[in-house]
């Protein structure tokens, strides 16, 4: 497991200053919200974009568990980091593996997406059929349904019993 001092002096995290404290916090509450409602809205009609939505809303809604709880503010390597960051000081094996599935699900798309840049017609046939269309469309609702939503509940439930 990689240590919270190793990623420190590595300058993947820092600790946050009282001053940027309440703007960083602020940013977040108001970053994962966004997402998620964005999430919401587009699943019917582009969810490849509710996936990706759907693991920014995870992802904004841990860096704001790690700087409210923690101090903690993710400087390089954003996403990766934050998993890191997340499998060291939290020991609830349910929000890890869903974090990491939402990570990898934003990885797939990713991936898919550097792909169709280097070859945009091939994309353009892949991803504009009806066929992908629905198919996306139940991946993004099982993702909002059975990753996203209860990621969020437990990384709220866990923010409740700091506080």
Same mark, same amino acid.
């Given at each position: 497991?990689?240590?919270?001092?190793?990623?420190?002096?590595?300058?993947?995290?820092?600790?946050?200053?009282?001053?940027?404290?309440?703007?960083?916090?602020?940013? $977040?509450?108001?970053?994962?919200?966004?997402?998620?409602?964005?999430?919401?809205?587009?699943?019917?009609?582009?969810?490849?974009?509710?996936?990706?939505?759907?693991?920014?809303?995870?992802?904004?809604?841990?860096?704001?568990?790690?700087?409210?709880? $923690?101090?903690?503010?993710?400087?390089?390597?954003?996403?990766?980091?934050?998993?890191?960051?997340?499998?060291?000081?939290?020991?609830?094996?349910?929000?890890?593996?869903?974090?990491?599935?939402?990570?990898?699900?934003?990885?797939?798309?990713?991936?898919?997406?550097?792909?169709?840049?280097?070859?945009?017609?091939?994309?353009?046939?892949?991803?504009?059929?009806?066929?992908?269309?629905?198919?996306?469309?139940?991946?993004?609702?099982?993702?909002?349904?059975?990753?996203?939503?209860? $990621?969020?509940?437990?990384?709220?439930?866990?923010?409740?019993?700091?506080?």
């Amino acid at each position: 497991m990689v240590k919270i001092d190793i990623l420190i002096k590595e300058g993947k995290i820092s600790k946050i200053n009282e001053l940027e404290m309440e703007r960083y916090i602020n940013f $977040f509450e108001k970053s994962h919200k966004n997402n998620l409602e964005h999430c919401n809205f587009v699943i019917k009609a582009f969810p490849r974009w509710s996936i990706i939505s759907g693991y920014y809303a995870m992802h904004d809604i841990t860096k704001l568990l790690l700087a409210k709880e $923690f101090r903690i503010k993710i400087e390089i390597e954003v996403h990766a980091t934050t998993i890191k960051v997340l499998r060291e000081l939290i020991k609830n094996k349910d929000i890890l593996l869903l974090m990491e599935k939402g990570y990898s699900e934003f990885l797939f798309l990713a991936n898919d997406l550097a792909k169709a840049k280097k070859d945009r017609v091939k994309a353009q046939y892949y991803t504009g059929t009806e066929y992908m269309r629905k198919d996306y469309e139940k991946r993004a609702e099982e993702f909002m349904k059975d990753v996203v939503s209860p $990621f969020i509940s437990k990384i709220k439930k866990l923010a409740e019993k700091n506080d």
